[in-house]
Structures are given as structure tokens and as C-alpha cells.
């Protein structure tokens, strides 16, 4: 699936995979990190890693790396690092919309694995209505609809 990213999106994946590593790289600005998502009384208090291998990973670690944008923020003061797009609400934004992205496609993914009513019709199904949604999410965003296709709550940076 990431293979198949626009040039903008993969570039922004790339992006937040480097500021993951950043942070998880050192176990220091790690327990930092968590101590920091700790006092706030987030949910999560760690990052994931992404890894190449399992693309089921890359929206994990963007779905988390979203919930903790604002701890992340706080730990990196993006005008002090070379991390300054995390400032930027679009950038944000645009974080989100991959998320939802990839959450989709796992979603998709666990739904064809291990259920005893799955066959090769409703995994066709499944793989054809999954196709259709690029096209309704594309025009949605040029029709400036930035609800997201399941509910109906606007995305919005925070």
C-alpha cells in the first residue's frame, strides 16, 4: 500500500517515521517522552515503531503518532528542531487523512483473515468496495467535504 503513496503522502509518512525514530531511538528522550505523556493523562504513552516489513505497522504508528501530536509537539518545540512541519495544522491535517487511510486498509485486511463465513466472494466483496473509496475520498476533499466517509464528523486539526 505505501508503495503505491502519491509523492507528497509517502514523503509525509517518511516524516513521521523519522520523528518516531528520534524519539525512540534514544532510551532517554523515550522515557522522557512517556513521562511527559504521563503527566498530561494521555491514553497512550509510548510510540510504535514502523517497520518496512509489516505495512499493517504503518498505520498503527500513524494512527498513535496522531494521538499524541500535541505530547509530541510539546517534547520536540518544533521551532528548536529540525521537526518544524509539526507546527504546521496542515501538515496535521494531512497526518489524519493517512491515518484514516491506512486504518482503513488494516481494517480491510483483518476482516478477510480467519472467519469461518470468509470465502472467496466476500473477500471479492470487500476488496471491491475497498477500491471504490479512493475515488469518494478524492472527491469529497476537491468538493471541500472534509468529513470523513464513515461519520460524520469534520476533520479538523486540533
Not at 518544533?78 to 491506512?102: K, M, N, R, S, Y
Request: glycine share 6%.
Amino acid at each position: 500500500m505505501a508503495e503505491a503513496l502519491a509523492g507528497d503522502l509517502n514523503k509525509l509518512l517518511e516524516e513521521v517515521v523519522k520523528v518516531v525514530n528520534f524519539i525512540k531511538r534514544s532510551s532517554l528522550r523515550s522515557r522522557v517522552f512517556g513521562n511527559i505523556c504521563e503527566s498530561v493523562g494521555t491514553e497512550y504513552k509510548k510510540l510504535l515503531l514502523h517497520t518496512a516489513i509489516r505495512w499493517l505497522s504503518r498505520g498503527r504508528c500513524l494512527s498513535r503518532f496522531y494521538k499524541l501530536r500535541d505530547e509530541i509537539r510539546t517534547f520536540l518545540i518544533p521551532e528548536e528542531t529540525e521537526f518544524h512541519f509539526l507546527g504546521d495544522e496542515i501538515w496535521c491535517t494531512e497526518v489524519a487523512f493517512l491515518a484514516d487511510v491506512f486504518e482503513e486498509g488494516n481494517a480491510l485486511n483483518t476482516s478477510m483473515q480467519g472467519y469461518c463465513n470468509e470465502n472467496v466472494m466476500t473477500s471479492s466483496d470487500k476488496l471491491m468496495a475497498f477500491q471504490e473509496k479512493p475515488g469518494l475520498w478524492e472527491r469529497k476533499v476537491r468538493e471541500g467535504d472534509r468529513t470523513y466517509p464513515c461519520s460524520k464528523e469534520p476533520l479538523q486539526p486540533q
